[in-house]
């Protein structure tokens, strides 16, 4: 089960703007990823909610999972989304 560890770029952390683009990306990913904070449970990285509710701000590190076909190439896209300040980009 590939994982990937990554620090959120944005400045406003998982929150507004930056989330909804991170969830429609998973959204978009062939497998189910899930997210989480620390040893805090893994939620659906497809669910604003659940995405929103872990309260990652800037600088946070997330652990990002998926299982099944693609799941390196969703985990890999995911966490070079996160990376980035997605605050600061147009479109």
């Known amino acids: 089960m590939p994982t990937r560890t990554v620090v959120v770029g944005s400045a406003s952390g998982l929150h507004a703007r930056p989330a909804a683009l991170f969830v429609a990306a998973a959204a978009k990913q062939p497998v ?3 997210i989480r904070t620390g040893e805090k449970k893994a939620v659906p990285a497809r669910s604003m909610l659940s995405v929103l509710s ?5 600088g946070t590190e997330v652990t990002l999972e998926a299982d099944g076909d693609g799941a390196e190439a969703a985990v890999d896209a995911l966490a070079a989304l996160l990376e980035r300040d997605l605050d600061a980009e147009d479109g």
């Open 54 to 58: 872990l309260g990652a701000k800037k």
């Open 32 to 34: 189910p990823v899930t």
